[in-house]
């Protein structure tokens, strides 16, 4: 696995690096040989925010958290990046080698990680109007809700607006 690191307002130790290296080696073997880790650490005041995605063809996983320490905060985030992949279990044995995620976490699923399917509990339909992004973000606001579908009047394309936990706002794009 391919890892790249970004340090913002802050120096990363090589020590970190490789308790970094050490961390996500255990997860190399559920991963093909393409997979890229990207750590991102962010220093804000006395707080240290680690962020990592792991990407692998069609699968992504992305974990986050903030403490007082790096390290702690690396710790939480490969403990959050390991209950998503126990909780995709299932789905991830049929796409890559098999027998490596009973390895990694045993033969003795928990009732937690079992899960065959998602459940949709509801279904909605909406009307998707033509706005701009001002008007979506503005639409969002009024109905309380965090995130907005509309057909963009500029490109005619479905976007998503979204609001971000630093208060700000975002906007999903179709590519292809």
């Known amino acids: 696995m391919k890892i790249t690191y970004t340090a913002r307002n802050v120096k990363l130790r090589d020590n970190f690096k490789e308790r970094v290296e050490k961390k996500l080696k255990k997860f190399n073997k559920l991963f093909s040989e ?3 880790a990207y750590v991102v650490v962010t220093l ?3 707080r240290q925010t680690v962020e990592i995605t792991i990407r692998d ?3 992504v996983y992305r974990a986050e958290n903030t403490q007082p320490e790096m390290n702690d905060a690396l710790d ?3 403990e959050i990046l390991t209950r998503q992949i126990r909780k995709n279990k299932t789905r991830l044995e049929k796409r890559i080698k098999s027998g490596s995620i ?3 976490f ?3 699923p928990d009732e937690e990680t079992v899960e065959d399917a998602y459940e949709i509990v509801r279904t909605k339909r909406v009307i998707v ?3 701009t992004v001002e008007e979506a973000i503005l639409e969002m606001n009024m109905v309380n809700h965090d995130f907005f579908l509309f057909l963009n009047a500029e490109t005619n394309d479905v976007n ?3 609001r971000r936990k630093d208060g700000n706002y975002g906007l999903l794009e179709p590519a292809m």
Request: proline letters at 4%.
């Open 57 to 59: 063809k069609a699968i």
């Open 34 to 36: 393409e997979a890229a």
């Open 76 to 78: 939480r985030v490969i």
């Open 44 to 46: 804000e005041k006395n």
């Open 160 to 162: 998503v607006v979204y």
């Open 102 to 104: 009973n390895d990694l």
């Open 129 to 131: 109007k033509p706005l």
């Open 106 to 108: 045993g033969d003795t």
